[in-house]
């Protein structure tokens, strides 16, 4: 018998993000113990797949690094199995579990504004740098009206922001677009 893999987003208020979790035949897998993954780093997690432990959840803190839920994932003819460190997991239809993942991957439709700025903005901005400081993220979450940039060199960080009108994902656009053309003129990065 095989198993059901459903994923489920919401916002959670605490850590200022949102959470997908994973559901295995209708019932909470993480437990009260774990929070979910904020969506775009879960999507990396299965994108990146390949035969590695992937991390499906995080400690309650909101912090990934502070402790998480990992499962092996093992694939075989027609089924995927989960296993977690001492524990097998549940064995899924491959084609159900490759039909929910691509669900996941491609759904937007939890994203508030600010959210789908976010994504917008992450593709203009990948792949630029500042005097080796790696681009990492966005946020429209930090400060209302502002948009925040984050570059990274070890355990160095520099943070940029730029104003926007904080309700049309147009201007947030248009906004970065014009940072980016200031700020970055002679790099390429983005799609």
Known sequence: MTNSLTIAVEAVIETND???????????????EFLGLDPPMLKAEFLAEDGRDIIVGRCRCGIVE????????R??????????????????DAA?????????????????????????????????T??????DWVSTRHREGWITLSY???????????????????DAIDQAKAFRAQRFPDQKGGD
């Open 66 to 73: 502070c402790s998480n839920r990992s499962v092996e994932i």
């Open 18 to 32: 949102h959470q997908a979790r994973p559901f295995i035949d209708g019932k909470d897998w993480l437990g009260p």
């Open 130 to 135: 500042i005097r080796r400081f790696k681009f």
């Open 75 to 92: 694939r075989t003819e027609g089924s995927v199995h989960w296993s977690a460190p001492g524990a097998n997991g549940p064995v899924f």
């Open 96 to 128: 159900q579990y490759d039909a929910e993942v691509a669900r996941f991957v491609h759904d937007t439709s939890w994203e508030t504004v600010g959210r789908a700025a976010e994504r917008e903005i992450e593709r203009l901005f990948r792949g630029t």
């Open 152 to 170: 990274s060199k070890g355990d160095r960080q520099r943070l940029l922001k730029f104003r926007w009108d904080g309700v049309s994902v147009a």
